[in-house]
């Protein structure tokens, strides 16, 4: 039995298909919609329209752009000889946010996962090796998420790069700050050990 009319259940629906979002979620962002004034609905549609027809990917890194090139590939003071491999546009934010790293990006949109269908001709790992290969780059991070896809694309990616010359490294993971070791489990004490480095 449907409570609502046609085109309120088609919003819900819409809403639905976000990740993360269920059916409850879904009609209070529909209710939340439906309430707005119509030009700051309009607004809202537009901005979803406007991202989809102008946002893609950058010619270099594949981070998402505007225009040809992407403002961190076109920032002359970054370091160009690395490049951090990461899997998707928000972890290139995350990254920055840090303000430690100060090198280039290479977004892979995705990971190997054979479960799923990926392979790695589904995910931008071609690119990659075509910048590389270019030259003048010294260090490739792989900063995949530490999950069976993330490890397998970065091992796989690794032994990729291996006949250029450039060393591959992996991003240090282990006990989270303020965490206590009784709560970690086993692989990521393993990893903290391994990555462990001198005082």
Same mark, same amino acid.
């Given at each position: 039995?449907?409570?609502?009319?046609?085109?309120?259940?088609?919003?819900?629906?819409?809403?639905?298909?976000?990740?993360?979002?269920?059916?409850?979620?879904?009609?209070?962002?529909?209710?939340?919609?439906?309430?707005?004034?119509?030009?700051?609905?309009?607004?809202?549609?537009?901005?979803?329209?406007?991202?989809?027809?102008?946002?893609?990917?950058?010619?270099?890194?594949?981070?998402?752009? +505007?225009? *040809?090139?992407?403002?961190?590939?076109?920032?002359? #003071? !970054?370091?160009? &000889?690395?490049?951090? %491999?990461?899997?998707?546009?928000?972890?290139?934010?995350?990254?920055?946010?840090?303000?430690?790293?100060?090198?280039?990006?290479?977004?892979?949109?995705?990971?190997?996962?054979?479960?799923?269908?990926?392979?790695?001709?589904?995910?931008?790992?071609?690119?990659?090796?075509?910048?590389?290969?270019?030259?003048?780059?010294?260090?490739?991070?792989?900063?995949?998420?530490? +999950?069976? *896809?993330?490890?397998?694309?970065?091992?796989?990616? #690794? !032994?990729?790069? &291996?006949?250029?010359? %450039?060393?591959?490294?992996?991003?240090?993971?282990?006990?989270?700050?303020?965490?206590?070791?009784?709560?970690?489990?086993?692989?990521?004490?393993?990893?903290?050990?391994?990555?462990?480095?001198?005082?």
């Amino acid at each position: 039995m449907r409570f609502f009319t046609a085109p309120v259940e088609n919003l819900i629906e819409q809403f639905q298909k976000l990740p993360g979002v269920g059916r409850k979620t879904a009609q209070r962002l529909a209710f939340f919609v439906l309430s707005l004034p119509e030009a700051e609905a309009e607004g809202f549609a537009n901005a979803i329209i406007s991202a989809k027809k102008t946002v893609k990917f950058c010619k270099v890194c594949q981070n998402l752009t +505007d225009s *040809e090139t992407c403002s961190l590939c076109e920032d002359e #003071a !970054r370091d160009r &000889s690395v490049i951090c %491999v990461v899997s998707d546009p928000k972890d290139v934010a995350a990254i920055e946010k840090t303000r430690e790293y100060n090198g280039l990006y290479h977004v892979l949109h995705g990971c190997i996962s054979p479960m799923n269908g990926i392979g790695p001709d589904d995910v931008k790992i071609k690119e990659l090796v075509g910048r590389v290969s270019a030259g003048g780059i010294r260090e490739v991070i792989l900063a995949t998420n530490p +999950d069976t *896809e993330g490890e397998a694309t970065a091992m796989y990616i #690794a !032994r990729l790069l &291996s006949p250029f010359g %450039v060393t591959a490294t992996r991003l240090a993971y282990g006990i989270p700050v303020g965490g206590h070791l009784e709560y970690a489990d086993e692989m990521t004490l393993t990893r903290a050990l391994e990555g462990r480095r001198q005082m």
